[in-house]
């Protein structure tokens, strides 16, 4: 079963607008969440992060949002550039008393951001 | 600071054969994890080494196993491979192993004939 899900496998948004890009978790372990950016045959960019003693985490146009009651995050880039097109994967880390380290990713939302 | 390297970026091997990938962690980052990405399945762990150790391991079979030596660097091996072995390898650093940031290398593009 995904223990992280991103439900949307697109979105299309004009630039200059906001790109909101969702995902759910279903784990309530997870207590770190990342957001990537990843281009075909590169590796995941790491963009923004958020603990989930906090519920808001911005770095410049991106902030990330988590609602730990709905076990809910989502990020927000405001304004969309058609530079920010590319697959963005959402993914969390569990804190299992130490022994971890692996990033359960979602399935990725392409986002295309159009002139 | 240089990012994560991965060798080779790209590899043809045939079914049955070996094969070893190798990367190269952040300078001064200790926790090295390997990801397999499919089309079907996306990105899934394949196992961490933080200090040398195999600290977590994901649900991969035998045949895959890898190595961190004292400098951090590490390899993953996949031993009689198979067509459905064919993905992209990623690598991935982190300073520590728990809750950080980990960041990527490029990948190994694997292709198994």
């Known amino acids: 079963d995904q223990q992280v899900k991103q439900n949307s496998p697109s979105l299309s948004v004009q630039e200059g607008r906001i790109s909101i890009l969702n995902c759910d978790y279903t784990n309530s372990m997870f207590d770190y969440f990342l957001w990537y950016k990843k281009y075909p045959a590169e590796g995941p960019t790491f963009l923004i992060s958020i603990s989930s003693i906090k519920d808001k985490n911005e770095d410049g146009r991106f902030t990330v949002f988590l609602n730990k009651s709905a076990k809910h995050l989502s990020l927000h880039i405001v304004p969309s550039q058609p530079g920010d097109s590319a697959v963005y994967f959402c993914a969390a880390l569990g804190n299992y008393g130490g022994s971890q380290g692996n990033l359960i990713f979602g399935k990725g939302t392409k986002l295309s951001v159009k002139p | 600071k240089a990012g994560v390297t991965q060798t080779p970026r790209y590899l043809i091997k045939t079914r049955g054969q070996q094969v070893t990938l190798s990367c190269s962690p952040i300078?001064?980052?200790?926790?090295v994890s390997w990801y397999q990405q499919t089309p079907g399945q996306g990105l899934q762990f394949l196992f961490e080494y933080f200090s040398e150790t195999q600290r977590n391991k994901g649900n991969f079979p035998g045949r895959f196993s890898g190595r961190q030596f004292s400098n951090s660097r590490s390899e993953m091996n996949v031993s009689t491979l198979e067509l459905g072995d064919s993905a992209l390898y990623l690598c991935?650093?982190?300073?520590?192993?728990?809750?950080?940031?980990?960041?990527f290398g490029p990948g190994t593009r694997l292709t198994v004939l």
């Open positions: 300078s001064g980052h200790r926790s």
């Open positions: 991935a650093s982190s300073p520590r192993t728990g809750p950080d940031t980990q960041y």
